[in-house]
Each structure stands twice: as structure tokens, then as C-alpha cells.
């Protein structure tokens, strides 16, 4: 049944057209993928049909068939005409034209809606998991039918275990399965879901993917879902449109439209290895152990050893929970070990970092730089503040701007587009050029060790390869050495000299990243490793 249908959306940012001439019909029930580099328009479409004023179309309509009640003005998916409403009224079948309807119904429209946007977990910080689901459902139920309703979805999305927990103390995966449930708490009759797993490590992603099978589409919810994994389209998607600069490029069979689109990712060329130089950073059985009242004496990081040399890119990987990102914190200092030694050169000498202190740590803080899993940009800085004021640049404006495009051109931008996003804002980017700003903005401050935790969260395949070819470029030209945490297999195959493979707090095996693939275990593989 015809649900939603764009005729002829265009959108235009800036004298910029991120839209152009869109002609599209999504049925009722469908799930609808939608594959695309950064930049390719993804993101203003999700935002368009959810209703968002700030993406109302500068050309043509999004026309949406719904049932409406006429004596409460509660409104259905189509396939609901006929049928009775709540308040003893029978539905009616309705043609709108969602963005220049009346602003009750609009309203109406898009409180069935439900979103999921990358990055942005939208929660009440303060207050439990339950409460937040509980907190979505409105009025319409009873406060114990709400209890039930919330336990319900909680299981679904695998989060029981955690309904008395509150909410900024849960990781970023479990806060994105609590967003879920109270978007699915909302009762919607479309779903739309815009990367929702870009940041998330393989096995809650892949708890999430299921989630959205079982939750939304075996529920015969329609959904539209972004994804950067060629694989979700084909597990969820009944059919695919891939965008390519604002136009749809090609329609149709998931597996043909993401065969497509993959034949067009280039292949990273990886160097031959270089030589390395002497020992950069080099630790001696560290240890992190700390006391838990559910599960005793945890060892979080148990007696590692390893040594890492200047302008190597060295990959730290395994599945979560392996201690990966606790070995990274106590060697950038911001967790204190239990025990061993930690040293990383600056210059001749070698700087302890388990001593505190602007003579000891406090020396090589500022020529070490760290790009998280969950960075952020300075909402209200422009792209070239967020390069130089921001981060304390101080620098003549002219050659700060000479020296925030030559950032952003080792990112990957051209110096066209480097030149034309000085001025813009980060909302005004998709949100794989932010990723790449925020790579360069650590990179402007010209570091000698680079740590990246988990780069590929939110990266399409193209960004893939463009931040892949920026990491070879950098050590390159500017001699850094790089630490790169990860549980993408893949991408430390392509960009990484060699890797460490860590597994319940112990670091087992150091080697090519080629030898590390040969040690990892059937689950390991199935979960870091995409690639044949």
C-alpha cells in the first residue's frame, strides 16, 4: 500500500543543492535502505521525512497517505482505514502533503515518527533506564501498563539487566538500545534510523541490527535506515536507493544496488613497510587491577609488554571487554596503573607517565593527540574556529586559515571544499566530513603520537580509504607514529605495520596484521573481520 511519495524534492543549503529532483515511493511496511558516501545527502532526506522545518523542501512534495480519525484527529498508517479508533470513531483515508498541511495534523503526523540519529543518544541523564523508556509513552497509558510496556521493550532490546541503572552511567551501546526502546515505546508508524550503529563495537551493533528486525520491521513498521555496512542493507532492506550527490544514482535489489556501490569504494594502496625508528613508546608489565562487589578482583589489564616504535602505525585490537582501551588510557596517562612501567620519548629523553606533574606527563601532553570514539566539534565555532581558536591555535588569521585548509586537504577535502567549509558550522556537515574534521583537528596541532579509539565508527567506505590514505600520508610527511584501537580487522589490515591482539585483560600476540588475522578465534573473526 502507498504509503509516503517525494515528487521532485530539492533541497539547497548555502547555494549548495544537497537534493535534486528526488522521485521516490515507499510502501507501507517496507524497509527502505538508503546507501551513500558522506556527504551524498543521506542524513537531509532522514531529516525531510521526519519533519525537521530546517530540511522543508525548497522544490516539490513529500505526499503521505494516512488514516485520520475524524472526531479525535489521532492519525494511522494507511492500512488502517476502516478500522475503529480509540475513541469509538472510524478511520478515514487521507492524501497530505505533509510540509504545507495544516499544523494540527502535521503535528500528528510526526508524533508517529520515531528517529534514530547517529551520535546523539537524546536521553534524560539523571534519571533511570525505565524512566526514560516510561517517559516516551505519553499519556495514553496507565502507569502500571506503562511499567509493563517498558519491561517489555526492555528485554527486547536486550537492557533488563539494566533498568534500575541511570542513564549516563551506561556505555554508548547501551545508551543507543535505550534509545531504541523508547522510540519503539512511542508507538510508531514509520521508523527512521540514520546510522544507528556508526559508533558501536560489531557485537552490540549486531545486537541492534536484530533489534531493529524483530522491533520494527518483522512488526510491519515501514523504516528507512542509513547504514555504512554494505551487510545491514542486505539483512534488513527490502530495497535500496543509493545516493550520489544529492540524486538517486540507482534503485532496486539490495544486494545488486550495494555490489554497485561497493564496486566504486577504491582500494587502499598500502605501502611497503618502512623502517621503523628506535622505541617511541615501550611498557613493562603493566597492570590494572580494581575491586568490583559483583565480581571480586577484576583484571582489567594483567602484565602487558610491548614496545612500539617512532613513525610505526601500530594497531591495539579485539573484542570489547579485552582491556584495549584501558591499555590506551594508562598510556596516555589518564588512568593510573596498578603497576609497571610506561615510557614514551620526547626528543632524548624518556618521559615516565605514571608520574604526574608539568615535569614529568604534564611535558608531553600537549605533543600527543587523541581522537575518541565519541568526538565532538564546537557547535557554535565555525570549521575554521574549531581548527585553530578552539584547540588554543594561536596563530595570525591568514596562516591559521592557510594551516586549517592544508588540515583538512591531509583529511581528505580537496582544497575547494576545505576553502568553501571555513565558514560553515558542523550541523552543516554531514556527519562523515565531521568525522574527518575532527581527525584533522588533531592533526593541526602536528603531535608526534597519534592514538585513534575506534576510527571507522561513522565512516562510509570512501571515508574509509580517504582517512586510510591520510594516516599513511601523515607518517609520511610528518614523521608521526600512530596507535590505532580497534575491533575493525580490516582497516588495521589495510593501514596498520603491525598489531597487538589483546584477549581478557592479556596482550597474546604482537605481529603483522596478517599474522594477527591467523590468531584470532572463530567469534573473533565473526565479529572484527568483514572481509573474505
Known amino acids: 500500500m502507498d504509503f509516503i511519495t517525494l515528487k521532485n524534492i530539492t533541497k ?33 532526506l532522514i531529516n525531510m521525512l521526519r519533519g525537521t522545518l530546517d530540511y522543508k523542501p525548497d522544490g516539490g512534495q513529500i505526499i503521505v497517505n494516512v488514516a485520520v480519525c475524524p472526531d479525535c484527529g489521532v492519525v494511522d498508517s494507511p492500512s488502517h482505514v476502516g478500522e475503529k479508533c480509540s475513541c469509538g470513531g472510524t478511520f478515514e483515508a487521507k492524501e497530505v502533503d505533509f510540509f504545507n498541511c495544516e499544523r494540527k495534523l502535521f503535528a500528528s503526523i510526526k508524533r508517529r515518527i520515531s528517529i534514530m540519529l547517529q551520535r546523539n543518544f537524546a536521553l534524560y ?24 510496556f517498558a519491561l517489555e521493550l526492555l528485554e527486547m532490546v536486550q537492557m533488563n539487566h539494566r533498568i534500575t541503572h541511570i542513564a549516563r552511567d551506561l556505555s554508548g551501546g547501551e545508551k543507543q538500545r535505550v534509545v531504541l526502546a523508547r522510540q519503539l515505546a512511542k508507538n510508531p508508524m514509520m521508523f527512521l534510523a540514520d546510522e544507528p550503529t ?3 563495537d560489531p557485537q552490540t551493533a549486531v545486537k541492534l541490527h536484530n533489534t531493529l528486525k524483530e522491533g520494527v520491521k518483522d512488526e510491519g513498521i515501514t523504516m528507512l535506515i542509513t547504514s555504512h555496512w554494505p551487510e545491514v542493507m542486505i539483512e534488513l532492506a527490502d530495497n535500496v536507493i543509493w545516493l550520489e550527490d544529492g540524486q538517486i544514482k540507482e534503485e532496486g535489489e539490495p544486494q545488486k544496488v550495494v555490489d554497485n556501490f561497493m564496486a566504486t569504494v577504491p582500494i587502499p594502496q598500502k605501502p611497503e613497510i618502512p623502517e621503523f625508528g628506535e622505541p617511541e613508546v615501550v611498557l613493562e608489565n603493566v597492570k590494572k587491577h580494581y575491586y568490583s562487589i559483583e565480581r571480586g578482583v577484576v583484571k582489567a589489564v594483567d602484565g602487558v609488554d610491548l614496545t612500539i616504535n617512532k613513525e610505526e602505525i601500530f594497531g591495539i585490537v579485539g573484542l570489547s571487554g579485552s582491556g584495549k582501551t584501558t591499555t590506551t588510557r594508562m598510556l596516555m596517562g589518564l588512568t593510573e596503573p596498578s603497576s609497571g612501567e610506561i615510557k614514551i620519548k620526547l626528543g632524548d629523553e624518556w618521559i615516565d607517565m605514571t608520574k604526574v606533574g608539568p615535569l614529568n606527563r604534564g611535558r608531553i601532553m600537549p ?40 588540515a583538512l586537504t591531509t583529511v581528505g577535502f580537496t582544497e575547494d571544499n576545505a576553502s568553501m567549509i571555513l565558514d560553515k558550522y558542523p550541523d552543516q556537515l554531514s556527519v562523515g566530513e565531521k568525522h574527518r574534521i575532527a581527525l584533522a583537528q588533531v592533526l593541526i596541532k602536528e603531535p608526534n603520537l597519534i592514538v585513534l579509539d575506534e576510527p571507522t565508527g561513522t565512516m562510509d567506505p570512501i571515508t574509509r580509504v580517504t582517512v586510510t590514505d591520510s594516516i599513511l600520508k601523515a607518517r609520511t610527511e610528518l614523521e608521526q607514529t600512530f596507535i590505532i584501537v580497534s575491533h575493525d580487522m580490516d582497516f588495521v589490515l589495510d593501514v596498520c605495520d603491525r598489531a597487538a591482539l589483546m584477549r581478557g585483560g592479556k596482550l597474546l600476540n604482537v605481529g603483522t596484521p596478517e599474522e594477527i588475522v591467523d590468531k584470532l578465534t572463530v567469534d573473533e573473526k565473526e565479529d572484527m573481520l568483514k572481509r573474505e
Open 125 to 148: 541523564d539523571e534519571e533511570t533506564v525505565i524512566e526514560n523508556v516510561m517517559r516516551a509513552m505519553g499519556d495514553e497509558k496507565e502507569y502500571e501498563e506503562k511499567i509493563y
Open 12 to 44: 539547497t543549503f548555502d547555494g549548495v543543492d544537497v537534493l535534486k529532483d528526488i522521485n521516490l515511493k515507499i510502501n507501507e511496511g517496507e524497509t527502505l535502505g538508503i546507501l551513500g558516501r558522506s556527504g551524498s545527502g543521506k542524513s537531509v
Open 198 to 200: 556508526g559508533t558501536l
Open 367 to 406: 605533543y600527543i593527540g587523541l581522537l575518541h570514539q565519541e568526538y565532538s566539534l564546537y557547535p557554535h565555532r565555525t570549521i575554521l574556529g574549531n581548527l585553530t581558536d578552539a584547540i588554543s591555535l594561536n596563530l595570525p588569521a591568514e596562516f591559521g586559515k592557510i594551516k586549517a585548509i592544508h
